[in-house]
């Protein structure tokens, strides 16, 4: 017997086609489960549906004794888990506000407060805010207001972020670097996570009389982020699409470097808990650490951005050499632009493992690069999944040409529902505007030029930074480097470029000039060149070009 089909009836009602089937079969998603855990799981899906919560709540009935989370703390099994977020639900319900909990915001680095509270929050049916880490506390407080946080999870480290929202906001310290127990903070004693749960009961909770809503923030670099409503699978069916395209496999670790109120951590942390997988998280990213973790924890899948593929590689040969990455299979890697040199490199040092994921908050995923892709056609963002439809519009919103530039557009089954303060992207016949332009091969591949934003016209013609960045991130003495558009009396626009030298290189502007004027056509050529100790990023690791401007 399977635990596939009594979740929600025929196969047919849970979205899987016939090649979803064998994916699922084949990756141990889909497997033989006795008939008493299977009735368990079963009513964990009529209280959840297809959730997060349900996702860890079906690891602690099938493998209890699994170790789910490991943290700067230690390790959690999918039990433990299981327990501390049933009294955690029982402790914030506790603290919240006396008519109500309605919605949590959790302000935290990588650990497992965050998932214990994420899945605590799906058991109680109220809505989870997942706060960027890099906002400023002016943008911290107007996002708190605008979306009615009602209570507040936070690191303490992250605490002087949120002096400007209202002081009876209630607050619960989700890390502390002290000892267990409430923490001293304004005159008065925090809640800790920890002391929520040893005060509370361990009973199970009725299923909520609503799904409690992640809201994901929109990486805008100014003003007050958007609040984007993400969904939860309507089926199975997008899993089986995603899964098809990038091989994960039951049971296996996977250590999640981005943050996870970023779209890349976190849908890696509902794909890795639907798999019943280890979950290895650390508050901070450090190379080192994240070498010694994919030896010592056997880690078969890495999950990160180009710029932490980028400091793995600055590891030294002899360094990396002592953590081999021996159960390494799968690197997906998204968030920014993969540039194609970084990809080959990468590949060079630690073998046919990387996979290039293009999507967004809004969009979810939109096309996947494979190995082969990235060696056969550099640079690439890769092909739609099954089930994703990405189209290249122009203004008229027709498909453009192949190798024609134009804007994308995407459709999936993950769309988001929409922002909080009311709203949605463009769309165009069921499919996002995702604000990028970019244009397909004869072989069906994506390859993305930029922001609609970021494109300059120069001389008359449209020129855009990307090819401009990744020009320059090529050129051995230099570590990275970003490209803005400046007003210019000849052209109309130039480029102006923001050059970071490899540690100990030094470079002239003429040097960085002229290598571009090899490589490019002249009016792609930068008018000026500023040299730069790094650039700014935010805690996603995107670089924020309007902060060069």
């Known amino acids: ?86 009294r955690l639900a029982h402790g914030l319900r506790a603290l919240g506000p006396p008519d109500g909990l309605r919605k949590i915001g959790l302000l935290c680095r990588n650990h497992r407060g965050v998932v214990a509270t994420c899945i605590a929050a799906g058991k109680l049916g109220v809505d989870i805010v997942l706060l960027n880490t890099g906002l400023s506390g002016k943008q911290m407080s107007a996002v708190v207001e605008e979306q009615g946080v009602d209570l507040l999870v936070v690191d303490q480290d992250l605490l002087s972020l949120t002096t400007g929202c ?22 008065y004693r925090l809640h800790t996570l920890d002391s929520a749960i040893g005060t509370a009961p361990g009973w199970a909770l009725p299923a909520p009389e609503r799904a409690g809503k992640t809201v994901m923030l929109t990486s805008g670099t100014t003003g007050i982020p958007k609040g984007a409503l993400r969904p939860d699978p309507p089926s199975l069916a997008p899993v089986a699409a995603m899964l098809d395209a990038l091989p994960l496999r039951a049971g296996e670790v996977m250590v999640i470097a981005p943050p996870l ?31 010694r973790d994919l030896a010592e924890q056997k880690a078969a899948v890495l999950v990160g951005t180009p710029l932490m593929l980028r400091r793995l590689l600055e590891v030294p040969p002899e360094i990396r050499a002592e953590h081999p990455a021996e159960s390494l299979r799968v690197v997906s890697c998204g968030g920014s632009a993969l540039p194609a040199m970084l990809a080959g490199r990468f590949m060079d040092a630690f073998g046919q493992v990387l996979y290039n994921l293009y999507g967004s908050t809004e969009v979810s995923w939109a096309t996947i690069a494979t190995p082969r892709d990235l060696t056969r056609a550099p640079g690439t963002a890769g092909k739609p999944p099954s089930g994703t439809r990405v189209a290249v519009l122009g203004d008229s ?22 922002y909080t303060a009311g709203g949605r992207a463009e769309s165009h016949r069921g499919l996002l505007r ?16 930029g922001r609609e934003d970021d494109m300059i016209v120069s001389g008359g013609e449209n020129v855009f930074p990307q090819e401009v960045e990744d020009v320059l991130s090529a050129h051995d003495h230099i570590r990275e480097a970003a490209v803005v558009g400046v007003p210019d009396v000849e052209y109309g626009q130039r480029f102006r470029a923001f050059v970071v030298p490899e540690p100990g290189r030094h470079l002239t502007v003429r040097q960085v000039l002229t290598y571009v004027q090899e490589n490019l056509a002249k009016f792609s050529v930068p008018k000026e060149v500023v040299f730069l100790d790094a650039l700014p990023r935010n805690a996603a690791g995107k670089i924020l070009h309007r902060d060069l401007l």
Not at 166 to 187: K, N, T
Not at 271 to 276: D, E, H, K, N
Request: include cysteine; hydrophobic fraction near 35%.
């Open 397 to 418: 919103g027709s498909p453009v040409p192949t190798g024609k530039v134009g804007r994308v557009f995407v459709g999936n089954a993950m769309l988001f529902e929409g």
């Open 1 to 86: 017997m399977s635990d596939y089909s009594p979740l929600s009836g025929p196969l047919g009602k849970i979205g899987l086609t016939a090649r979803g089937m064998p994916t699922l079969v084949g990756n141990g998603f889909l497997r033989p489960v006795g008939p008493s855990k299977l009735l368990r799981i079963h009513k964990r899906y009529r209280k959840w549906g297809l959730t997060l919560t349900l996702a860890f709540g079906i690891g602690a009935v099938r493998h209890p004794e699994r170790v789910a989370i490991v943290d700067d703390n230690g390790t959690l099994t999918y039990e433990q888990l299981d327990l501390s977020s049933t």
């Open 261 to 291: 109120f970023h779209i890349m951590g976190f849908g890696h942390l509902q794909l890795g808990a639907m798999l019943g997988q280890t979950l290895v998280l650390r508050r901070h990213f450090d190379a080192e650490q994240t070498l």
């Open 166 to 187: 209202p002081p009876e906001l209630r607050r619960v310290i989700a890390w502390s670097d002290g000892p267990d127990g409430s923490v001293d903070q304004y005159g």
């Open 434 to 449: 995702t604000g990028d332009l970019g244009y397909f091969d004869k072989d069906g591949r994506l390859f993305l030029c």
